[in-house]
């Protein structure tokens, strides 16, 4: 009879641990604490051209091509009330280069050819005052995916000499990349 006694003491001793530990592992939750949230993305247009400068060999009557070509990197992340992207080429002037001596190379006598395309001269308007440029690139804006994106464009140069008398020495100048989003 001890034996049957100690094993109901030991049963009931098992129980009375399964229902405290049941007890004892019930959760206790807190109240939700919050943390607002705030995200800004600014508008912005940026233009990278290189290389930083491009020679031309000229030749007394004829053309010659730049040693290089100009490569225009455009970045862009605008709002959705832009319509328009647009990058342009152009010099201040419509003297595209000058000795400093009153010997000029007009911008008539330089040509680009945008992402090897025909050669243009730079003699289009641009939002920058003159006509001495040109639109390298031009991009909607309004679907998915073109409110924040990128661009590259190459542009070959020439130059063209013909009927120009210039005398022999070296003539400098400015080709001004720009971008413009409406």
């Known amino acids: 009879m001890n034996a049957i006694k100690k094993a109901w003491l030991v049963?009931?001793?098992?129980?009375?641990?399964l229902a405290m530990s049941q007890a004892s592992r019930a959760q206790v939750n807190s109240g939700a604490s919050t943390?607002?949230?705030?995200?800004?993305?600014?508008e912005s247009v940026s233009v990278v051209a290189g290389p930083s400068s491009i020679t031309f060999p000229l030749v007394p009557s004829g053309t010659a091509a730049g040693n290089n070509?100009?490569?225009?990197?455009t970045s862009w992340a605008l709002a959705k009330t832009r319509t328009s992207l647009k990058v342009y080429a152009y010099f201040a002037s419509a003297n595209a280069l000058t000795d400093g001596a009153g010997?000029?190379?007009p911008n008539t006598a330089v040509s680009g050819a945008v992402d090897g395309a025909a050669a243009a001269?730079?003699?289009?308007?641009?939002?920058y005052g003159g006509a001495f440029g040109?639109?390298?690139?031009?991009?909607?804006?309004g679907a998915a995916g073109t409110f924040n994106s990128s661009h590259s464009d190459t542009i070959a140069l020439t130059i063209n000499t013909t009927g120009l008398a210039l005398p022999a020495t070296t003539y400098t100048g400015v080709l001004n990349i720009q971008a413009q989003a409406l």
């Open 11 to 17: 049963l009931g001793a098992v129980g009375l641990v």
């Open 35 to 42: 943390i607002n949230l705030s995200a800004s993305l600014a």
């Open 69 to 73: 070509p100009a490569t225009i990197t």
């Open 103 to 105: 010997d000029n190379i």
């Open 121 to 127: 001269p730079f003699t289009g308007a641009t939002p």
């Open 134 to 141: 040109m639109t390298v690139f031009s991009q909607a804006i």
